[in-house]
């Protein structure tokens, strides 16, 4: 008989890759920071220089919610608001150099959530995991 569990099994599974995430920070000695953090950080890795707006969009949370993130981030020094060149209504949010610095440790922990996540999976299985995640987080 088939259990349907998979919310539980969802959430214990996010737990576990917080738990990892806090624990590999600390490792390094950063703090203040959150997972939910590293999502925007992550987004501001691959293009820095975001409006808040689309940050929101990408990482799938409210613009208040990111609003407030983004306050501690900058409060903490690893990003900085700048009006936009092309339309001042617009801010961005920059990566500053110290939060440059942290590129290469959350790369590291994302290798090591994958290795977590994916270890011993044949590529089949990763990529039918990955199929049926996105066809579940399209129907939210």
Same mark, same amino acid.
């Given at each position: 008989?088939? $259990?349907?569990?998979?919310?539980?099994?969802?959430?214990?599974?996010?737990?576990?890759?917080?738990?990892?995430?806090?624990? @590999?920070?600390? =490792?390094?000695?950063?703090?203040? *920071?959150?997972?939910?953090?590293?999502?925007?950080?992550?987004?501001?890795?691959?293009?820095?220089?975001? %409006? &808040?707006?689309?940050?929101? @969009?990408?990482?799938?949370?409210?613009? %208040?919610?990111?609003?407030?993130?983004?306050?501690?981030?900058? $409060?903490?020094?690893? &990003?900085?608001? =700048?009006?936009?060149?092309?339309?001042?209504?617009?801010? #961005? *949010?920059?990566?500053?150099?110290?939060?440059?610095?942290?590129? %290469?440790?959350?790369?590291? *922990?994302? @290798?090591?959530?994958?290795?977590?996540?994916?270890?011993?999976?044949?590529?089949?299985? $990763? @990529?039918?995991?990955?199929?049926? #995640?996105?066809? *579940?987080?399209?129907?939210?």
């Amino acid at each position: 008989m088939i $259990k349907y569990d998979t919310a539980s099994m969802v959430g214990k599974i996010r737990d576990g890759v917080n738990n990892l995430i806090l624990s @590999e920070l600390n =490792k390094h000695g950063v703090e203040g *920071i959150a997972p939910s953090h590293g999502d925007i950080l992550v987004c501001l890795y691959k293009k820095n220089g975001l %409006p &808040v707006k689309e940050l929101a @969009e990408k990482i799938h949370r409210t613009q %208040p919610t990111v609003t407030v993130l983004i306050d501690k981030l900058q $409060k903490l020094g690893f &990003v900085e608001r =700048k009006k936009s060149k092309e339309d001042s209504r617009i801010t #961005l *949010i920059n990566l500053t150099e110290k939060g440059t610095q942290l590129e %290469p440790i959350f790369r590291e *922990i994302s @290798e090591k959530i994958n290795t977590v996540i994916y270890g011993g999976l044949t590529n089949t299985e $990763k @990529e039918q995991l990955e199929h049926l #995640l996105e066809k *579940i987080l399209k129907r939210f």
